[in-house]
């Protein structure tokens, strides 16, 4: 899967915004970030697209690390209890989409 179609995908689920919200630092001006409700379930980087950093619950995030090629713990920006990386290069596209759909599940659920 290429950026484009990600961001295609991502922005067909529904009420999604896209920002680059660390434009103003350094290394930063490359984040893509989605936000449901105001809210992040996704982040990518835009020239670099190698990895996709998605929410996902603390109770699944074991089973996936162990059991999903290319499913790995997120740098140390993210909260690894609650976000997971994908080598968008290794998991499979359906995986993927079913991953990022379930982020944005998890934080559409959660806004009021």
């Not at 999903?68 to 713990?73: L, Y």
């Not at 080598?87 to 559409?108: I, W």
Request: glycine content about 6%; some cysteine.
């Amino acid at each position: 899967m290429n950026i484009e179609d990600f961001r295609e995908y991502c922005l067909s689920l529904g009420d999604v915004e896209e920002k680059l919200p660390f434009a103003k630092m350094p290394g930063g001006d490359t984040v893509l970030v989605f936000y449901v409700g105001g809210h992040t379930f996704c982040y990518c980087d835009i020239d670099c697209f190698e990895t996709v950093v998605v929410k996902c619950q603390p109770e699944r995030i074991p089973e996936l690390l162990e059991s999903t090629p290319g499913v790995c713990p997120p740098d140390s920006h993210f909260n690894a209890k609650h976000w997971i990386s994908l080598d968008v290069q290794v998991v499979e596209p359906k995986t993927l989409k079913a991953l990022v759909a379930n982020s944005y599940t998890l934080v559409r659920g959660k806004r009021k």
